[in-house]
């Protein structure tokens, strides 16, 4: 799970649903989304000031929207992380996607590296392409390999649109200068938002070092999402708070 929320908002916790042995993620947007891997179960969703994200499996609502950075598009505050899907079978992933179309849940971050993930999306964007902002991600770094990826047969996931096409994990400082370089992954992706194939780019990281390099990254190339981690532990750290607010504060000022 991935909640959408203001980046200036302290996040709390409140349960929801116990299921052992997964993954939830936690986000707050600037331009784009915030990740936050935590372990443990499914057990919460976060509920940021001033934008409450409803406990939609107790109460029954659908979700609120919220316009997603450059994008205009009108996401739920929780999206969907497909890296839940990796180990799925088409039948767990099928009943998974029921429940993103019960609550109004219309936004879908995945990523080649999420295993079958795209391949169980597949399905779904073959009927309901349409209902759903489709984010996915390379992490290869030149521009050859990142374009091949990019450009691949539209298997998984079934679909000859890409809404968001991301730079993923891109924190290392060598992999960063061969990514943002000429002949460098980003030019595969500017490439292909040019020839319509994705609508917009964005840049992915995790770690201490993500907001830092994430300013970096927008000082080379105006990215239309950026998402770095942001919850309870991000801000009990020694230094990352404020790297990440002053790669908020340029976010914002970006517009």
Known sequence: IKVVGNSSARIGIRPLVAKPQSEFRILSPIRGPFNAPADGCLTAVAL?????????????MAIEKRVFGRSGHMSSAVIFGAAALRDADQGTADRVLDQLFEYGVNHIDTA????DAELRI???????RAAFFLATKTRLRDYESARDQIRRPPAPPRTDRIDLIQLHGLFHPDEWERALSP???????????????????????????????????LERFDFDSVLMPWNWVAQQHKTYPSDFEATARLCAERG
């Open 48 to 60: 940021v000031s001033p934008f409450r994200v409803q406990e939609t499996a107790e109460v029954g």
């Open 112 to 115: 080649p590296e999420y295993g």
């Open 122 to 128: 597949g399905p779904w964007m073959d009927r309901h």
């Open 183 to 217: 002949v460098g992954a980003l030019d595969a992706a500017v490439e292909a938002r040019e020839q319509g194939l994705v609508r917009f780019i964005g840049v992915t990281g995790h770690g201490w070092t993500s907001a830092a390099m994430h300013r970096r990254s």
